[in-house]
């Protein structure tokens, strides 16, 4: 689908009434959503595992919550996996169903060599674990409750009402980027809010435009063309939000509310060099760093420090 198409799609279905709940069924009756590819998740298992490693972190014994759970729970089932004491799942909308919680499952257990080979725990632990996890006829809530993890929807990290120096790890996956500007503030000074000394945020943060998707004639980085203004009418609405903060701003952030940077890494993936178009682009971003134009994603790992 075309860019221009998908926004205004989204601009379409966020103007009528229960406009969000419609474009969700059809999504998963018809289109990507009952049709996805779960295997695709895996890389989000990659990544997490990375930072972790790269900033000797640990999971294990530790309370999480976690920002934005979308449709598949993976990354809660990872951490579970990995030894995790108690998983507080949130998000702004309820979205998860059994069948998802399942497909997800199952996609772990299909490559849990894989997996196990990442984080270093045994194949046959996480196979048994996650089989646990599986909801069969129950309510996947139910069951994984009764394993330590809870899901929160609708639920408003920004503004929560969780206990202070209380949570280990707080991450999110492909979410942040999603956010409003004024929303994230909250999020990272309610973050250092709730995390004890020497917890850490561990965020992979998508950084490029959601709507070129497979349109060839668009680079990842059109949306970057826009002013503030063009793009809050063409580009955003209520439905499908996009801040196009540059890593930096993710940075800067941390820092401000008090967080140590231990990881920040660029990842360019399919944003080549020769995309990058100075002059197309909006005053706001056309002397920013190449680093910061060309990145697709952003991994930061940032520990509080008192």
Not at 47 to 70: C, F, P
Not at 257 to 277: D, T, V, W
Request: aromatic share 10%.
């Amino acid at each position: 689908m075309k860019w221009n198409q998908k926004a205004m799609i989204y601009n379409l279905f966020s103007m009528m009434p229960k406009g969000e709940t419609l474009f969700e069924a059809i999504r998963m009756k018809f289109g990507s959503l009952g049709n996805f590819d779960v295997t695709v998740r895996l890389k989000s298992v990659d990544k997490m595992a990375y930072m972790l490693a790269e900033t000797q972190k640990a999971v294990e014994g530790e309370a999480l919550v976690e920002i934005g759970s979308g449709w598949h729970p993976m990354l809660p089932a990872l951490f579970h996996g990995m030894g995790a004491s108690a998983i507080t799942m949130t998000d702004i909308n309820p979205h998860i169903c059994n069948e998802a919680v399942a497909k997800t499952l199952e996609c772990l257990i299909c490559d849990v060599d894989k997996v196990s080979e990442l984080i270093s725990i045994d194949a046959e632990t996480l196979r048994n674990k996650w089989r646990k996890l599986l909801p069969g006829t129950h309510d996947w809530q139910d069951v994984w409750r009764e394993h330590g993890i809870t899901y929160r929807a609708p639920f408003d990290f920004s503004n929560c009402d969780l206990e202070s120096d209380s949570i280990g790890v707080i991450y999110s996956n492909s979410c942040l980027g999603y956010v409003p500007v004024p929303v994230l503030q909250g999020i990272f000074s309610e973050a250092e809010r709730v995390l004890r000394t020497g917890g850490i945020m561990l965020h992979r943060i998508t950084t490029y435009d959601d709507y070129s998707g497979t349109d060839r004639s668009i680079t990842p980085i059109n949306f970057l063309k826009f002013n503030e203004k063009q793009w809050a009418r063409r580009g955003n609405s209520s439905m499908h939000f996009q801040n196009r903060r540059r890593p930096d701003f993710y940075e800067s952030l941390a820092k401000e509310n008090g967080f140590i940077i231990r990881l920040a890494e660029r990842l360019s993936e399919h944003i080549q060099p020769e995309m990058l178009q100075r002059e197309a682009l909006d005053q706001e971003f056309r002397d920013l760093p190449e680093e910061e134009l060309l990145c697709a994603h952003l991994l930061l790992v940032a520990e509080k420090a008192s």
